[in-house]
């Protein structure tokens, strides 16, 4: 067997390691474009079935993710009912973004190939999240995939110009950690998520 060609422990701290990082908890500093872009060049080097590549990233920075907060929470206005809608979860929206260095729109572009089912498409388009993930652990960066109905509806979609087929599958808020801000998380013990099967 040769050497690997990577250090295996290293990569498995770095995927222990991930955590979600919300925009309340980002600092004020803002992260190089340069940066942005090596991480989704990590992103699109995810699988993908039939290399149908089927992921779009929209990326929100400087006033763009300003304008896409707004968006937002004339979205949520909109297909809100009236007795529902709460102006702290309108102005959530528009703080979201402006706390944010950069927004990314993870969208699913349809391939043209009838073969390959969309949910394959769909999953090919989490890899490429969970690289994106990955990648901002790595440099000491925060991120969270937000998702749910103002992501998915037929709205947003509109307002980014995606066909019928095409999926907004979240929006991924990326920023700088605050000084000290050490994220928790927890897993169920791996023996309650496996089972194998010997013969």
């Known amino acids: 067997m040769s050497e690997p060609e990577f ?14 990082v919300f925009p309340q908890n980002f600092s004020t500093d803002k992260i190089a474009d340069q940066t942005i872009q090596e991480i989704l060049e990590n992103a699109r080097w995810a699988p993908t079935h ?20 707004r968006i937002l929470a004339e ?9 529902d809608f709460k102006e702290s979860k309108y102005q ?3 703080e979201r973004a402006a706390q944010s260095s950069h927004v990314i ?3 699913m572009r349809r391939g043209s190939n009838p073969k390959i089912p969309e949910i394959e498409e769909i999953e090919a ?12 652990t790595a440099r000491g960066l925060g991120g969270y ?4 109905a103002i992501v998915y509806s037929d709205e947003l979609k509109e307002e980014f110009g995606l066909r019928a087929a095409d999926k907004i599958l979240g929006l991924f808020y990326i920023g700088v ?3 000290g801000h050490k994220p928790n998380s927890t897993r169920e013990a791996l023996e309650s998520k496996v089972e194998w099967i010997l013969d």
């Open 7 to 20: 250090n295996h422990e290293d990569i498995d701290r770095l995927m222990r390691s991930r955590r979600s």
């Open 105 to 107: 729109a993870l969208c």
């Open 125 to 136: 388009v989490a890899c490429a999240a969970q690289n994106i993930y990955l990648s901002l």
């Open 92 to 94: 959530k929206h528009i």
């Open 145 to 148: 995939w937000s998702s749910g």
């Open 75 to 83: 979205i949520y206005r909109k297909i809100t009912a009236e007795v």
């Open 177 to 179: 950690p605050a000084e």
């Open 50 to 69: 039939g290399m149908t590549q089927p992921w779009l990233f929209l990326v929100f920075g400087a006033e763009g993710k300003n304008r896409l907060g």
